[in-house]
T-cell receptor, first 114, second 111 residues
């Protein structure tokens, strides 16, 4: 157990509304990631962070923003949710210090945009 | 960029051995990971290969050939609980290296 929690675990929202998903870790790991998982696409990286206030874009970052003001929290925001953002969102942390180790995943957030 | 291929589905019988293949084409390589994911759950880490050869961990083994861009995950003495999706992921060699995942192989183990 890498001490990762995600909230909320399930959310239904309407098109055009803002949504923020939270990832919280208890072990002060430097690297954190947000992925989305969709049938036929597998896991795809949205954004990642390599320290407080240090973030970068992944493969599918359009329509998403992130913030990391504290080591333990990594927030993913959908500024104006669209139906194409209906997905399962996973947060992950990396246990090493050099960005070269395995990643451990949180339990996921199932988001439905209607 | 990265391109990772795995079979979509495989079936096997309880007690048997199954090999799940993964081929990759990458602009840089810094390790290959295997994850297991049961339906409705998060992926869990199984194994990591960065050098050529076989890594064994209980009933699970993973093999890597960097020159061929090829890996496999070998599952022995299959159990019903091994029914899951198996994800191959490659780490590139850029500065803040990230993982690129294949689409996963759904393994169904039958009695």
């Amino acid at each position: 157990d890498a001490g990762i929690t995600q909230s909320p675990r399930h959310k239904v929202t309407e098109t055009g509304t803002p949504v923020t998903l939270r990832c919280h870790q208890t072990e002060n790991h430097r690297y954190m990631y947000w992925y989305r998982q969709d049938p036929g696409h597998g896991l795809r990286l949205i954004h990642y962070s390599y320290g407080v206030k240090d973030t970068d874009k992944g493969e599918v970052s359009d329509g998403y923003s992130v913030s990391r003001s504290k080591t333990e929290d990594f927030l993913l925001t959908l500024e104006s949710a669209t139906s194409s953002q209906t997905s399962v969102y996973f947060c992950a942390i990396e246990t090493g210090t050099g960005g070269m180790d395995e990643q451990y995943f949180g339990p996921g957030t199932r988001l439905t945009v209607t | 960029g990265q391109n990772i291929d795995q079979p979509t589905e495989m079936t096997a019988t309880e007690g048997a051995i199954v090999q799940i293949n993964c081929t990759y084409q990458t602009s840089g390589f810094n390790g290959l990971f295997w994850y297991q994911q049961h339906a409705g759950e998060a992926p869990t880490f199984l194994s990591y290969n960065v050098l050529d050869g076989l890594e064994e961990k209980g009933r699970f083994s993973s093999f890597l050939s960097r020159s061929k861009g090829y890996s496999y995950l070998l599952l022995k003495e299959l159990q019903m609980k091994d029914s899951a999706s198996y994800l191959c992921a490659v780490r590139d060699s850029s500065g803040y290296s990230t993982l690129t995942f294949g689409k996963g192989t759904m393994l169904l183990v039958s009695p």
